[in-house]
């Protein structure tokens, strides 16, 4: 099953999805897992770190940071990055990317790469059969 959403609209203070957004989503039903890949034509996560007053120096920084929980949007947030990360890839065994700038995450590394893309992608493949699995574990 596919599912595909295309969204213009004016540049708001979001962080990950300001400008264009696409949402597309794919539910395999012989290998049992949901991906989803959202992407934005935005700032990016390091510009939007260096427009709210973060001192950080690369893309990779900005990836790191954003693990680790830091927010743009006040101190009680900036859960979801870090908690959906480990959600996904520990509770789930599932996969989580981020590409932002000239960075990428996957696999719990960061890598730099030879291109550019001025906003954010987020990729995640979820198994849908994971055995055991408790959210609860992953909640801050």
Same mark, same amino acid.
């Not at 947030?77 to 990360?85: M, W």
């Not at 990428?104 to 030879?114: A, E, F, R, S, T």
């Not at 987020?122 to 059969?129: A, D, E, G, Q």
């Given at each position: ?12 203070? @979001? ?5 264009? !957004?696409?949402?597309? &989503?794919?539910?395999? &039903?012989?290998?049992?897992? =949901? /991906?989803?890949?959202?992407?934005? @034509?935005?700032?990016? =996560?390091?510009?939007?770190?260096? +427009?709210?007053?973060? /001192? *950080?120096? !690369? ?10 929980? #830091? @927010? ?19 509770? =789930?065994?599932?996969?989580?990317? *981020? #590409? !932002?700038? +000239? @960075? ?8 730099? #790469? ?14 849908? !059969?994971? /055995? ?7 909640? /801050?």
């Amino acid at each position: 099953y596919w599912f595909f959403f295309l969204m213009i609209r004016r540049p708001p203070r @979001s962080t990950l999805f300001p400008y264009t !957004t696409l949402f597309r &989503s794919h539910y395999n &039903s012989f290998r049992k897992y =949901l /991906e989803v890949c959202l992407a934005d @034509s935005g700032h990016g =996560l390091l510009q939007t770190y260096l +427009n709210d007053g973060v /001192e *950080i120096q !690369t893309h990779a920084d900005a990836i790191n940071q954003a693990l680790l929980g #830091l @927010s743009t949007k006040g101190k009680e947030r900036g859960f979801g990055i870090p908690t959906s990360n480990k959600m996904i890839v520990k509770g =789930l065994k599932g996969v989580f990317v *981020i #590409l !932002t700038g +000239n @960075s990428m995450l996957i696999d719990n590394k960061v890598i730099n #790469l030879p291109v550019t893309w001025k906003g954010t992608i987020v990729v995640l493949r979820i198994p849908i !059969t994971a /055995e055991n699995f408790n959210y609860i574990k992953y909640v /801050e």
